[in-house]
């Protein structure tokens, strides 16, 4: 299993992947972490576009190159992300999960193997 999750450091977890600096792509095989490779963003964007009002913040597809990117994965971990970044990794079959209270990027990637295989 493959799980990516957006970074800043390439150490913790942060949130808005449009933003991010890169993406840790870590390969889980037993429980156990077999690969990490490191993704740079180059889709960063900052905000100084224009924003429609209709409660999407004009980004609708602004995601479609970094869902793209991450294409070869099945789980994607940030600390935020809105929804139509996560109708963009819909797409490509990669399935969204946001934490909140977990800072390092391992743990996470770690901690939502062993919540996939209790449930």
């Known amino acids: 299993m493959k799980i990516a999750l ?3 450091n390439y150490k ?3 949130g808005h992947p449009g933003r991010c600096k890169g993406f840790i792509v870590y390969e889980i095989e037993d429980g156990k972490i077999i690969n990490k490779e490191e993704r740079e963003n180059t ?3 900052n905000h100084e576009h224009g924003h429609n009002h209709n409660g999407q913040g004009g980004h609708g597809t602004m995601g479609q190159p970094i869902a793209a990117m991450l294409q070869d ?3 994607f971990i940030a600390k935020s992300m809105g929804q139509g970044f996560v109708n963009q990794l819909q797409k490509v079959n990669v399935k969204p999960a946001v934490v909140e209270n977990i800072n390092d990027a391992e743990t996470a ?9 209790s449930n």
């Not at 990637?109 to 295989?117: D, G, I, S």
């Open 109 to 117: 990637a770690l901690q939502l193997v062993e919540y996939l295989k």
């Open 6 to 8: 957006a970074t800043g």
């Open 43 to 45: 889709f960063q964007h």
């Open 12 to 14: 913790n977890v942060v």
């Open 73 to 75: 994965c099945d789980y």
